[in-house]
C-alpha cells in the first residue's frame, strides 16, 4: 500500500479538520495493529505500517500538514512546489519539506548538534498534610524513550549508517537563491552528515518509542502550589541518542478544611464565644504535626483580633524553622437563652454604665456631635 495514492487523513481514519491528539491517537492505534512485531512475516501489515508512520510525520507537524492540506502530495514530491532534484519517499518528508519551503536556514560549520529531546510537564495535587510532611511518591507518565531494540541509534540490528550522498559527509548544502548563496543544513540527514543504512522496524529510525515509565518522587516539607520538582533527563529521549529532555512536577496544594496558607504562616478562624471574649479564656488549635498550640485568649478581647504564635506555621522550604500559626478571632454571639440566663443577662444590662464598651460608647458620642441628641 503507497502513502502518495492514499489522501493522508483517510490512511490514518481522522476528518481534516482533526486536532493534533486525535491525529496521535489514531495513528497508534494503526500503529500498533500493523506492527511488524504482531504479524511476523506479513509483507501487506508491514507496507500499512511503514504507510501510517509516513502518514503520521506529514500530519503531526504544523508546518508540513499546512503544506500537504494546500498542495497534496504534490509538496513532496519531485515537481512540486519549489521541489528540488530527485524523487523522495515518504521516509525523506521532512527533508524535503525543508528543501522546498527552506524552514531550516543554518548558520556557523560543521555538522548539527544533536537536537536534545522536548522537556515535559507533569501537574500533582497534594494535600496540606503531605506539604507539611513532605512525602516520597510515585508517578507513571507515557514518555517516548531509547528504543530497544536499536538502543537509541534509529538504525536496525545489524546495520550502521553512511556518509550522506547529497553533503557529501559536510551536514550542510548550498543553494543559489538570486544573487546570494545560503547554507543551511542538509535537508537529507538534517546537518549530521550521514544517513541510517537501514531505519529500525520498531521506531521507524527515530531511537525513540512512546512507552509507560514509573518514576520515584520526593517531595520536600513546606512546598507549595506552584513549587517546581525538576527530573534531570526524565523528559523525552531525544533522536537518535540525543540527550534526554527534563521533566517538571509543579504541585497544586488542595484547600484544607481549617487553614489557610499565607507564606510559611498558617491562618485559621476560631469562634469564642462572648463571656469567654469578655473574661477571657484558652483554646487548643490541632498542629499539623500532631501536637496541640493552646492559645490565651486575653479578657476583652474583639472580633476580627488577630493572635500569633511563633514557629507553629509551615515548615520552611529548604530551610530551618517554621512560620507562624495566626489565630483570627470571631466572637460568637448565642442564638438560644434559657429563662435563667436571660435574666443573669438583664441583670447585667442594669448594671451597665457604658464603660465596659468603650468603643459602642465612642461611636454614639460621635452621632451626638454629628446630628445632635
Do not use: W
Not at 33 to 57: I, L, M, Q, S, T
Not at 124 to 142: C, N, S, V
Not at 219 to 230: E, F, L
Amino acid at each position: 500500500m503507497s502513502a502518495t495514492e492514499t489522501d493522508l487523513y483517510e490512511l490514518l481514519g481522522v476528518d481534516r479538520g482533526a486536532e493534533a491528539a486525535a491525529i496521535k491517537s489514531a495513528y497508534r492505534k494503526l500503529a500498533m495493529k500493523y506492527h511488524p512485531d504482531r504479524n511476523p512475516g506479513d509483507a501487506d501489515a508491514e507496507a500499512h505500517f511503514k504507510a501510517v508512520g509516513a502518514a503520521y510525520e506529514v500530519l503531526k507537524d504544523p508546518q508540513k500538514r499546512a503544506a500537504y492540506d494546500r498542495f497534496g502530495h504534490a509538496a513532496f514530491q519531485n515537481g512540486g512546489p519549489g521541489g528540488g532534484q530527485g524523487g523522495a519517499d515518504f521516509s525523506d518528508i521532512g527533508d524535503i519539506f525543508e528543501t522546498i519551503f527552506g524552514s531550516a536556514f543554518g548558520g556557523g560549520g560543521g555538522r548539527q548538534r544533536q537536537q536534545r529531546g522536548a522537556d515535559l510537564r507533569y501537574d500533582m495535587e497534594i494535600t496540606l498534610d503531605e506539604a507539611f510532611h513532605g512525602k516520597e511518591t510515585e508517578i507513571e507518565i507515557e514518555v517516548s524513550q531509547a528504543c530497544d531494540t536499536c538502543n537509541g541509534s534509529g538504525a536496525e540490528p545489524g546495520t550502521g549508517t553512511r556518509g550522506c550522498n547529497l553533503c557529501k559527509g559536510h551536514g550542510k548544502v548550498r543553494a543559489n537563491q538570486g544573487f546570494f548563496v545560503v547554507e543551511r543544513p542538509c535537508p537529507n540527514c538534517h546537518g549530521r552528515g550521514e544517513v541510517l543504512e537501514e531505519e529500525c522496524h520498531s521506531c521507524r529510525g527515530e531511537g525513540r518509542v512512546d512507552q509507560a515509565q514509573a518514576l520515584a518522587v520526593e517531595i520536600p516539607p513546606g512546598v507549595d502550589t506552584g513549587t517546581r520538582i525538576r527530573l534531570t533527563g526524565k523528559g523525552e529521549a531525544g533522536p537518535r541518542g540525543a540527550p534526554p529532555g527534563d521533566l517538571y512536577i509543579f504541585l497544586h496544594v488542595k484547600r484544607h478544611n481549617v487553614f489557610e496558607r499565607d507564606g510559611t504562616s498558617l491562618v485559621t478562624r476560631v469562634p469564642i464565644s462572648f463571656t469567654t471574649a469578655a473574661l477571657g479564656g484558652c483554646v487548643d488549635i490541632p498542629d499539623l504535626d500532631g501536637s496541640t498550640n493552646s492559645i490565651d485568649i486575653p479578657a476583652g478581647i474583639q472580633s476580627g483580633k488577630q493572635l500569633r504564635k511563633r514557629g507553629a506555621g509551615m515548615p520552611v522550604l529548604q530551610g530551618r524553622g517554621r512560620g507562624d500559626l495566626v489565630v483570627e478571632i470571631a466572637v460568637e454571639t448565642p442564638t438560644k437563652l434559657n429563662k435563667e440566663q436571660k435574666a443573669i443577662l438583664e441583670q447585667f444590662r442594669e448594671t451597665e454604665t457604658g464603660d465596659e464598651c468603650p468603643q459602642s460608647r465612642g461611636f454614639f458620642d460621635k452621632l451626638k456631635d454629628a446630628f445632635g441628641s
